[in-house]
C-alpha cells in the first residue's frame, strides 16, 4: 500500500498537471471504485474545473471549482491504485476502471489491478465532518503538534494493550505512517514494536512524533519508497529505500547483531532486541 510520502509525491505531480483543466466527461469502467451513486458523481464532477491537489493522510483530495466553494474527489489508492496522466487514446488495459477526459486532448486515468481503490464526490461542507475524514487522526505532516495535542494522542494510546506498532498503523490517532515507516520510525526511537500503548510514556511519544516528522519528510524529499512502484507511472521513482536502515534488512545498523522479524497484527515487523529493548 502506497504510504504518506508516495502518495505526497503523487499529488504534487498530478497538481502540476491538473489544475485549470476541466473535466468533459468521465468513463467509469467498474462503478464499484465509486462510493457514491454513479449517476450523482457524474451529475457533480463531469463540466467541473480543477483548481487544486490536496491531501490529507494518505487521501488525494482533489478540488473543484473551489473559488465557489463547490466540492472535491476525494481518492484512496489502496493497495493498488496508480494514476496516469497521458494524450487521449495513449493506454488502455482491462485494468484501467475510470478516465477522466480533460479539456486539453489529455485523460487522467485510474488503474488498479485489484480494483480495492475508492473515490467519492464531497461537498465543501461535508469533507471533513463526514466519513471517512472524520474518523482519521491528526495528520504526522501537517500538525503543528503542542503539548495540548500531544496529551491528547497519549492519553488514546495509553487506554490500549495492543503493542505500539499495531497502535502506529492505526490512522484512527495519527495518520500517515505504514508499515515500513513504522518500523523506521520505533527503531529511530528505540522502542520495541512489541511494547503496549498503556505502557508508553510522554517522552517516548515525543520520540515517535519527532522521528515520524523527521523521516516522512525526508521520504517526501526523496519521492517516496520505491519498493513496489506506485509513482513511476507518472514519471517518479522514489528514492528513501536506499535510506531504509531496518525495514527488510539482515542486522542492526547500530549494533550489527542479526534482526528479529516477528509477526505483529500480521504484519512482519523487523527490530533489534539489543537497541529497541523493553523498558518499562
Given at each position: 500500500?502506497?504510504?504518506?510520502?508516495?502518495?505526497?509525491?503523487?499529488?504534487?505531480?498530478?497538481?502540476?498537471?491538473?489544475?485549470?483543466?476541466?473535466?468533459?466527461?468521465?468513463?467509469?469502467?467498474?462503478?464499484?471504485?465509486?462510493?457514491?451513486?454513479?449517476?450523482?458523481?457524474?451529475?457533480?464532477?463531469?463540466?467541473?474545473?480543477?483548481?487544486?491537489?490536496?491531501?490529507?493522510?494518505?487521501?488525494?483530495?482533489?478540488?473543484?471549482?473551489?473559488?465557489?466553494?463547490?466540492?472535491?474527489?476525494?481518492?484512496?489508492?489502496?493497495?493498488?491504485?496508480?494514476?496516469?496522466?497521458?494524450?487521449?487514446?495513449?493506454?488502455?488495459?482491462?485494468?484501467?476502471?475510470?478516465?477522466?477526459?480533460?479539456?486539453?486532448?489529455?485523460?487522467?486515468?485510474?488503474?488498479?489491478?485489484?480494483?480495492?481503490?475508492?473515490?467519492?464526490?464531497?461537498?465543501?461542507?461535508?469533507?471533513?465532518?463526514?466519513?471517512?475524514?472524520?474518523?482519521?487522526?491528526?495528520?504526522?505532516?501537517?500538525?503543528?503538534?503542542?503539548?495540548?495535542?500531544?496529551?491528547?494522542?497519549?492519553?488514546?494510546?495509553?487506554?490500549?494493550?495492543?503493542?505500539?506498532?499495531?497502535?502506529?498503523?492505526?490512522?484512527?490517532?495519527?495518520?500517515?505512517?505504514?508499515?515500513?515507516?513504522?518500523?523506521?520510525?520505533?527503531?529511530?526511537?528505540?522502542?520495541?514494536?512489541?511494547?503496549?500503548?498503556?505502557?508508553?510514556?510522554?517522552?517516548e511519544l515525543d520520540k515517535i512524533i519527532d522521528a515520524s516528522i523527521k523521516i516522512l519528510n525526508k521520504a517526501i524529499e526523496l519521492k517516496g519508497t520505491t519498493i513496489r512502484s506506485y509513482t513511476s507511472s507518472l514519471g517518479v521513482e522514489g528514492?528513501?529505500?536506499?535510506?531504509?536502515?531496518?525495514?527488510?534488512?539482515?542486522?542492526?545498523?547500530?549494533?550489527?547483531?542479526?534482526?528479529?522479524?516477528?509477526?505483529?497484527?500480521?504484519?512482519?515487523?523487523?527490530?533489534?532486541?539489543?537497541?529497541?529493548?523493553?523498558?518499562?
Amino acid at each position: 500500500m502506497p504510504e504518506l510520502p508516495e502518495v505526497e509525491t503523487v499529488r504534487r505531480v498530478l497538481k502540476n498537471d491538473l489544475v485549470g483543466r476541466k473535466i468533459k466527461n468521465i468513463e467509469v469502467r467498474y462503478k464499484n471504485i465509486i462510493s457514491n451513486d454513479l449517476d450523482y458523481f457524474l451529475s457533480k464532477v463531469c463540466g467541473k474545473t480543477i483548481t487544486d491537489i490536496k491531501r490529507y493522510a494518505k487521501f488525494l483530495i482533489i478540488e473543484l471549482n473551489g473559488n465557489d466553494k463547490y466540492g472535491f474527489i476525494l481518492s484512496h489508492l489502496r493497495m493498488e491504485g496508480k494514476y496516469f496522466y497521458l494524450p487521449t487514446n495513449t493506454l488502455d488495459n482491462k485494468h484501467i476502471h475510470v478516465i477522466y477526459h480533460l479539456d486539453n486532448g489529455y485523460d487522467l486515468l485510474y488503474q488498479d489491478v485489484r480494483k480495492f481503490g475508492r473515490m467519492e464526490f464531497k461537498s465543501y461542507d461535508e469533507l471533513y465532518i463526514t466519513k471517512p475524514l472524520n474518523e482519521i487522526g491528526y495528520d504526522l505532516v501537517l500538525t503543528d503538534f503542542n503539548e495540548d495535542i500531544k496529551k491528547e494522542i497519549l492519553d488514546k494510546i495509553n487506554k490500549k494493550k495492543l503493542p505500539i506498532k499495531t497502535i502506529l498503523l492505526d490512522q484512527s490517532i495519527m495518520a500517515g505512517l505504514g508499515n515500513i515507516y513504522v518500523d523506521e520510525v520505533l527503531f529511530t526511537s528505540s522502542i520495541n514494536p512489541h511494547k503496549a500503548g498503556n505502557l508508553i510514556k510522554k517522552e517516548e511519544l515525543d520520540k515517535i512524533i519527532d522521528a515520524s516528522i523527521k523521516i516522512l519528510n525526508k521520504a517526501i524529499e526523496l519521492k517516496g519508497t520505491t519498493i513496489r512502484s506506485y509513482t513511476s507511472s507518472l514519471g517518479v521513482e522514489g528514492g528513501y529505500q536506499n535510506l531504509l536502515k531496518f525495514h527488510t534488512k539482515s542486522e542492526c545498523p547500530n549494533c550489527m547483531e542479526p534482526l528479529c522479524c516477528d509477526k505483529i497484527g500480521g504484519r512482519s515487523t523487523y527490530y533489534c532486541r539489543r537497541c529497541q529493548k523493553w523498558r518499562k
